[in-house]
């Protein structure tokens, strides 16, 4: 029990400090009163899995997923409301939170009104998520690529990296500790990808050392 409790505290503290890098690009957006360089996408698929993961802690019961999402949702939320407020697409930006809030309605309906209450809504709902999860810490593999291909790591972020790497693997500990393959098995690309970024550093860093900063990478 107390090793469960020392991951559950570790998944809390890694992760929400992993979504709080967001506020990097929230003091960028205040102080220019633009959202130029800024994707948008990442704040609003975030906080679909978010809700997601909470919906799924809700109905296994588990506190830790639960808050770590709940402040995440939060977070998410934050970002979009600033994005909003300073871009100049806002008519882009009201369709994507649409279509988002279709999905959501949808989804929601199906698991619950379409899925009998038990193990087989809980299944589904962890696997839907694990898919979403997965994808999200996949999507930057093409850039990736195109950092070895152009020998420059400038556009990563190492803390990010080291964020992205010790979040991972405290869920995978989590999971395995909880046997829960849907907390394993999606959490387990950010292993992966972190430890691949961190080559990327050592392999082309000295030549990009000239410029310190890095901008953060969202997934």
């Not at 809700?51 to 977070?75: F, M, P, R």
């Not at 279509?99 to 962890?126: H, N």
């Amino acid at each position: 029990m107390e090793l469960l409790q020392f991951l559950s505290w570790a998944c809390i503290v890694f992760t929400v400090g992993m979504f709080s890098t967001g506020l990097s690009d929230l003091k960028k957006m205040r102080e220019s009163r633009s959202t130029d360089n800024i994707q948008f996408l990442p704040f609003l698929t975030t906080c679909l899995n978010n809700l997601g993961w909470i919906y799924y802690g809700v109905l296994k019961e588990d506190q830790t997923i639960l808050l770590v999402n709940s402040i995440g949702a939060l977070l998410q939320i934050l970002y979009i409301t600033v994005y909003f407020n300073y871009t100049k697409l806002k008519r882009l930006v009201t369709s994507q939170v649409f279509v988002a809030g279709i999905v959501l309605t949808c989804g929601w309906l199906y698991f619950t009104m379409f899925l009998p209450e038990g193990e087989s809504r809980l299944s589904q709902l962890g696997f839907t998520c694990s898919v979403v999860t997965v994808s999200m810490y996949l999507s930057p593999l093409s850039s990736l690529a195109e950092m070895v291909r152009s020998r420059n790591v400038q556009c990563l972020s190492f803390p990010l990296t080291v964020m992205t790497l010790l979040t991972s693997t405290s869920w995978v500990l989590y999971g395995l500790e909880m046997n829960d393959c849907y907390i394993v098995v999606p959490n387990t690309p950010g292993i992966i990808t972190s430890l691949i970024r961190f080559y990327l550093f050592w392999k082309f860093g000295s030549a990009t050392e000239s410029s310190p900063s890095y901008k953060p990478l969202h997934i």
